[in-house]
């Protein structure tokens, strides 16, 4: 899932992730292999963000992970099928008054 910039901002505090950058150069690699996605990279690897259903007025978005650090270094990812973390994100809409 892509993530407005408001979605990221209220996602972050949640998830201790940094966020790639949409004009870093390893983004477009990152969308040809898993689709277009708002990339994050934490303590495990790479990350996204999947919603799930709407509930009331926010969406609950699990955390999957499509790349460990296969270094100590933490300088080289090896993708694998994704894996959904316990990690659930409470996302604001884009447009809180909407209905």
Known sequence: MKLSSAQIEHALPQIDAQVIPDDHPAVQELKGLFGDHTFFLDSDGLEIVETGEPTGISTLANV??????????????TPHKPQVTDVVVDLRPEHPDAT
């Open 64 to 77: 999957v992970n499509l790349a460990s650090w296969a270094d100590e270094a933490r300088t080289v990812l």
